[in-house]
Protein backbone atom coordinates (compact mmCIF):
# COMPACT_ATOMS: atom_id res chain seq x y z
CA UNK A 1 0.00 0.00 0.00
CA UNK A 2 1.30 3.39 -0.80
CA UNK A 3 1.19 5.70 2.45
CA UNK A 4 2.01 9.57 3.30
CA UNK A 5 2.59 9.07 6.45
CA UNK A 6 2.00 12.95 8.69
CA UNK A 7 3.82 13.33 12.00
CA UNK A 8 6.19 15.34 13.97
CA UNK A 9 7.37 14.42 17.73
CA UNK A 10 9.20 11.69 18.90
CA UNK A 11 5.82 9.85 19.51
CA UNK A 12 5.37 9.27 15.70
CA UNK A 13 8.98 8.24 15.13
CA UNK A 14 8.29 4.47 16.22
CA UNK A 15 5.46 4.48 13.52
CA UNK A 16 6.62 5.81 10.71
CA UNK A 17 9.94 3.18 11.39
CA UNK A 18 7.54 0.45 11.50
CA UNK A 19 5.76 1.03 8.69
CA UNK A 20 9.19 2.00 6.29
CA UNK A 21 10.48 -2.00 7.72
CA UNK A 22 6.96 -3.06 6.48
CA UNK A 23 5.65 -4.26 2.87
CA UNK A 24 4.22 -1.43 2.81
CA UNK A 25 5.51 1.61 0.79
CA UNK A 26 6.20 5.22 2.21
CA UNK A 27 5.69 7.45 -0.81
CA UNK A 28 6.13 10.98 1.59
CA UNK A 29 6.36 11.78 4.94
CA UNK A 30 4.75 15.48 6.19
CA UNK A 31 5.80 17.15 9.35
CA UNK A 32 5.81 20.77 10.94
CA UNK A 33 8.26 23.05 9.53
CA UNK A 34 11.50 23.79 11.62
CA UNK A 35 11.22 25.61 14.64
CA UNK A 36 13.54 27.83 16.53
CA UNK A 37 14.22 26.56 19.97
CA UNK A 38 16.98 27.27 22.84
CA UNK A 39 18.29 30.29 23.71
CA UNK A 40 19.72 30.98 19.95
CA UNK A 41 16.75 30.42 18.70
CA UNK A 42 18.03 27.67 15.91
CA UNK A 43 15.71 26.68 13.34
CA UNK A 44 15.79 22.94 14.80
CA UNK A 45 13.67 20.15 12.87
CA UNK A 46 11.67 17.81 14.40
CA UNK A 47 12.23 13.97 15.10
CA UNK A 48 10.43 12.98 12.45
CA UNK A 49 12.17 14.56 10.02
CA UNK A 50 15.16 13.41 10.87
CA UNK A 51 14.50 9.93 10.63
CA UNK A 52 12.87 10.23 7.40
CA UNK A 53 16.15 12.15 5.99
CA UNK A 54 18.00 9.75 6.91
CA UNK A 55 16.15 7.02 5.53
CA UNK A 56 16.31 8.71 2.09
CA UNK A 57 12.49 9.48 2.45
CA UNK A 58 10.43 12.83 1.02
CA UNK A 59 9.88 15.11 3.49
CA UNK A 60 7.59 17.74 2.59
CA UNK A 61 6.98 20.83 5.78
CA UNK A 62 3.74 22.72 4.60
CA UNK A 63 2.51 25.31 6.92
CA UNK A 64 -0.96 24.32 6.21
CA UNK A 65 -1.23 20.81 4.81
CA UNK A 66 -4.65 21.61 3.28
CA UNK A 67 -4.24 24.81 1.36
CA UNK A 68 -4.58 24.22 -2.64
CA UNK A 69 -1.16 23.93 -3.78
CA UNK A 70 -0.55 21.33 -0.88
CA UNK A 71 -3.67 19.47 -1.89
CA UNK A 72 -2.15 19.29 -5.54
CA UNK A 73 1.12 17.81 -4.26
CA UNK A 74 -0.79 15.11 -2.17
CA UNK A 75 -3.06 14.31 -5.21
CA UNK A 76 -0.13 13.96 -7.30
CA UNK A 77 1.76 11.58 -4.58
CA UNK A 78 -1.70 8.99 -5.05
CA UNK A 79 -1.77 7.48 -1.99
CA UNK A 80 -3.60 4.52 -0.66
CA UNK A 81 -3.68 5.78 2.59
CA UNK A 82 -2.57 8.52 5.44
CA UNK A 83 -1.38 7.74 8.78
CA UNK A 84 -0.96 10.36 10.96
CA UNK A 85 0.63 10.49 14.47
CA UNK A 86 0.51 13.82 16.43
CA UNK A 87 0.83 15.64 13.56
CA UNK A 88 0.12 18.85 14.74
CA UNK A 89 -2.30 20.27 11.97
CA UNK A 90 -6.43 19.52 11.49
CA UNK A 91 -6.90 18.35 7.57
CA UNK A 92 -9.50 19.07 5.80
CA UNK A 93 -12.28 17.47 4.17
CA UNK A 94 -10.73 17.33 0.86
CA UNK A 95 -7.39 15.84 2.62
CA UNK A 96 -9.37 13.03 4.23
CA UNK A 97 -11.39 12.19 1.37
CA UNK A 98 -8.19 12.36 -0.87
CA UNK A 99 -6.56 8.66 -0.15
CA UNK A 100 -8.49 5.85 -1.46
CA UNK A 101 -8.64 4.27 1.80
CA UNK A 102 -8.77 7.62 3.45
CA UNK A 103 -6.93 8.47 6.80
CA UNK A 104 -6.18 6.57 10.00
CA UNK A 105 -5.17 7.85 12.99
CA UNK A 106 -2.74 7.24 16.01
CA UNK A 107 -4.05 8.01 19.25
CA UNK A 108 -2.89 7.65 22.11
CA UNK A 109 -5.66 7.22 24.61
CA UNK A 110 -8.87 4.61 24.50
CA UNK A 111 -11.22 6.66 22.88
CA UNK A 112 -13.79 8.16 23.35
CA UNK A 113 -11.84 9.08 26.61
CA UNK A 114 -9.36 11.89 26.45
CA UNK A 115 -9.70 13.50 22.75
CA UNK A 116 -7.81 16.52 21.33
CA UNK A 117 -3.95 17.87 21.96
CA UNK A 118 -2.49 16.39 25.10
CA UNK A 119 -4.19 12.94 26.16
CA UNK A 120 -1.08 11.64 27.72
CA UNK A 121 -1.13 14.36 30.21
CA UNK A 122 -4.36 14.43 31.09
CA UNK A 123 -4.81 10.73 31.76
CA UNK A 124 -1.61 11.11 34.36
CA UNK A 125 -3.14 14.34 35.71
CA UNK A 126 -6.56 12.68 36.08
CA UNK A 127 -4.67 9.55 37.95
CA UNK A 128 -5.99 7.28 35.49
CA UNK A 129 -5.22 3.21 36.09
CA UNK A 130 -5.03 2.98 32.40
CA UNK A 131 -4.76 4.04 29.27
CA UNK A 132 -3.96 2.83 25.39
CA UNK A 133 -3.89 3.50 21.88
CA UNK A 134 -6.81 4.06 19.66
CA UNK A 135 -6.47 3.29 15.73
CA UNK A 136 -8.98 5.48 14.33
CA UNK A 137 -10.60 6.57 10.67
CA UNK A 138 -10.91 10.22 10.54
CA UNK A 139 -13.41 12.40 9.87
CA UNK A 140 -13.92 16.33 10.15
CA UNK A 141 -14.04 15.51 14.14
CA UNK A 142 -12.26 16.35 16.95
CA UNK A 143 -10.91 12.94 17.43
CA UNK A 144 -14.70 11.49 16.51
CA UNK A 145 -14.06 8.81 13.75
CA UNK A 146 -14.95 5.21 14.30
CA UNK A 147 -12.08 2.94 16.20
CA UNK A 148 -10.31 -0.12 14.12
CA UNK A 149 -8.28 -1.29 17.01
CA UNK A 150 -7.33 -0.21 20.69
CA UNK A 151 -4.70 -1.53 22.87
CA UNK A 152 -4.81 -0.84 26.78
CA UNK A 153 -1.42 -0.05 28.51
CA UNK A 154 -1.33 0.32 32.72
CA UNK A 155 -0.06 3.80 34.01
CA UNK A 156 1.60 2.75 37.06
CA UNK A 157 2.56 5.41 40.08
CA UNK A 158 5.62 6.64 38.72
CA UNK A 159 5.07 6.59 35.56
CA UNK A 160 5.85 10.32 33.63
CA UNK A 161 4.33 11.61 30.43
CA UNK A 162 7.62 10.67 29.32
CA UNK A 163 8.05 6.98 30.01
CA UNK A 164 3.99 6.76 29.08
CA UNK A 165 4.59 8.01 25.64
CA UNK A 166 7.40 6.02 24.84
CA UNK A 167 5.81 2.97 25.37
CA UNK A 168 2.61 3.91 24.18
CA UNK A 169 4.55 5.21 20.90
CA UNK A 170 5.26 1.53 20.97
CA UNK A 171 2.03 0.19 21.22
CA UNK A 172 0.92 2.53 18.78
CA UNK A 173 3.67 1.57 16.07
CA UNK A 174 2.81 -2.30 16.26
CA UNK A 175 -0.99 -1.77 16.45
CA UNK A 176 -0.92 0.71 13.33
CA UNK A 177 1.37 -2.02 11.04
CA UNK A 178 -1.22 -4.62 12.24
CA UNK A 179 -4.42 -2.79 11.38
CA UNK A 180 -3.28 -1.78 7.68
CA UNK A 181 -2.50 -5.44 7.31
CA UNK A 182 -5.69 -6.34 7.88
CA UNK A 183 -7.63 -3.26 7.07
CA UNK A 184 -10.42 -5.38 4.44
CA UNK A 185 -11.41 -7.42 7.72
CA UNK A 186 -11.79 -5.10 10.09
CA UNK A 187 -15.03 -3.82 11.56
CA UNK A 188 -15.16 -0.44 12.83
CA UNK A 189 -16.81 0.64 15.92
CA UNK A 190 -18.55 3.92 16.00
CA UNK A 191 -17.57 5.91 19.31
CA UNK A 192 -19.77 6.21 22.69
CA UNK A 193 -20.10 9.68 22.14
CA UNK A 194 -21.92 10.86 25.04
CA UNK A 195 -18.83 9.18 27.34
CA UNK A 196 -16.49 11.86 25.34
CA UNK A 197 -13.75 13.42 27.38
CA UNK A 198 -11.40 16.40 26.18
CA UNK A 199 -7.43 16.71 26.60
CA UNK A 200 -7.09 20.15 25.89
CA UNK A 201 -3.64 21.30 24.91
CA UNK A 202 -1.50 22.03 28.29
CA UNK A 203 -0.82 25.70 29.49
CA UNK A 204 2.55 26.77 31.12
CA UNK A 205 0.65 28.41 32.93
CA UNK A 206 -0.73 24.97 34.68
CA UNK A 207 2.35 24.30 35.39
CA UNK A 208 2.48 26.31 38.83
CA UNK A 209 1.69 24.22 41.54
CA UNK A 210 -0.90 25.02 44.43
CA UNK A 211 0.01 24.05 47.62
CA UNK A 212 -3.53 23.77 48.80
CA UNK A 213 -4.18 20.66 46.59
CA UNK A 214 -4.11 17.46 47.74
CA UNK A 215 -0.19 15.57 47.47
CA UNK A 216 -1.36 12.86 45.53
CA UNK A 217 -3.17 15.77 42.88
CA UNK A 218 0.35 17.86 43.06
CA UNK A 219 2.08 14.83 42.13
CA UNK A 220 0.05 13.54 39.63
CA UNK A 221 0.39 17.11 38.03
CA UNK A 222 4.45 16.40 38.38
CA UNK A 223 4.49 13.26 36.81
CA UNK A 224 2.11 14.48 33.91
CA UNK A 225 4.40 17.80 33.33
CA UNK A 226 7.51 15.55 33.28
CA UNK A 227 9.59 16.16 30.45
CA UNK A 228 7.33 19.51 29.81
CA UNK A 229 6.62 21.99 30.91
CA UNK A 230 7.58 20.65 34.51
CA UNK A 231 5.49 21.86 37.43
CA UNK A 232 7.38 24.01 39.45
CA UNK A 233 6.67 26.61 42.66
CA UNK A 234 8.29 29.45 44.20
CA UNK A 235 10.80 28.92 46.63
CA UNK A 236 12.03 30.87 49.51
CA UNK A 237 15.43 29.79 51.09
CA UNK A 238 17.93 31.38 53.60
CA UNK A 239 20.38 31.62 51.08
CA UNK A 240 17.83 33.34 48.76
CA UNK A 241 14.83 35.77 48.74
CA UNK A 242 12.65 33.87 45.71
CA UNK A 243 13.19 31.75 42.76
CA UNK A 244 11.68 29.45 40.77
CA UNK A 245 12.13 25.61 42.04
CA UNK A 246 10.95 22.57 39.14
CA UNK A 247 9.97 19.39 40.87
CA UNK A 248 11.68 17.00 38.83
CA UNK A 249 10.11 13.53 41.11
CA UNK A 250 8.77 13.41 44.31
CA UNK A 251 6.32 11.49 46.45
CA UNK A 252 3.28 11.19 48.25
CA UNK A 253 3.80 10.62 52.11
CA UNK A 254 1.06 9.03 53.76
CA UNK A 255 1.39 11.05 56.51
CA UNK A 256 -1.15 13.74 58.69
CA UNK A 257 -0.43 17.41 57.25
CA UNK A 258 1.34 19.30 60.23
CA UNK A 259 1.88 22.57 58.91
CA UNK A 260 0.78 25.37 56.09
CA UNK A 261 0.46 24.24 52.44
CA UNK A 262 3.69 25.23 51.39
CA UNK A 263 5.80 24.96 54.45
CA UNK A 264 9.20 22.79 55.01
CA UNK A 265 7.82 19.56 57.57
CA UNK A 266 11.24 17.87 57.57
CA UNK A 267 14.55 19.26 55.35
CA UNK A 268 18.33 16.92 56.12
CA UNK A 269 21.07 15.46 54.93
CA UNK A 270 18.51 13.42 52.81
CA UNK A 271 14.88 14.20 52.62
CA UNK A 272 13.00 17.42 52.23
CA UNK A 273 8.68 17.27 52.69
CA UNK A 274 6.41 19.97 52.02
CA UNK A 275 3.00 19.94 53.68
CA UNK A 276 0.06 20.26 51.25
CA UNK A 277 -3.76 20.35 51.31
CA UNK A 278 -4.04 16.78 52.34
CA UNK A 279 -0.31 15.48 53.12
CA UNK A 280 3.10 15.17 52.52
CA UNK A 281 4.83 15.43 49.33
CA UNK A 282 8.91 14.01 49.77
CA UNK A 283 10.76 15.85 46.76
CA UNK A 284 13.01 13.52 44.96
CA UNK A 285 14.67 15.44 41.81
CA UNK A 286 14.62 19.39 41.86
CA UNK A 287 16.10 22.18 39.15
CA UNK A 288 16.31 25.84 41.02
CA UNK A 289 16.53 28.42 38.55
CA UNK A 290 19.39 28.97 36.27
CA UNK A 291 21.15 25.22 37.96
CA UNK A 292 21.22 21.68 36.85
CA UNK A 293 18.78 19.42 37.92
CA UNK A 294 20.07 17.65 40.90
CA UNK A 295 18.76 14.83 43.52
CA UNK A 296 17.52 16.34 46.81
CA UNK A 297 20.41 14.78 48.70
CA UNK A 298 22.81 17.17 46.75
CA UNK A 299 19.78 20.46 46.74
CA UNK A 300 19.72 20.17 50.63
CA UNK A 301 23.68 20.07 51.15
CA UNK A 302 23.49 23.32 49.41
CA UNK A 303 20.31 25.29 50.63
CA UNK A 304 18.10 25.30 53.49
CA UNK A 305 14.26 25.96 52.42
CA UNK A 306 11.94 27.82 54.41
CA UNK A 307 8.82 27.73 52.30
CA UNK A 308 7.25 27.14 48.68
CA UNK A 309 4.48 29.09 47.20
Not at 67 to 93: F, H, M, R
Not at 136 to 151: A, H, P, S
Not at 221 to 250: G, T, Y
Amino acid sequence: MRIVFAGTPNFAVKALSHLHDSNHEIIAVYCQPDRPKGRGKVLTPCPVKLYALENNLEVIQPENISNEQNLKKLTSLKPDLIVVAAYGQLLSKQVLELPKFGCLNIHASLLPRWRGAAPIERSIQSGDSETGISIMKMNEGLDTGDVLLTKKNLISNFETSGSLSASLSITGAELIVEAIDRLPELDAKIQEHSKATYAKKILKAEAQIDWNQSAKNINQLIRAFNPRPIAQSNAEAIEFKEKVIKIIEAEVILDETSGPPGSVIKQDKKVCQIATGDGILSLKRVQLSGKNVVSIKDFNNAFKLIKLS
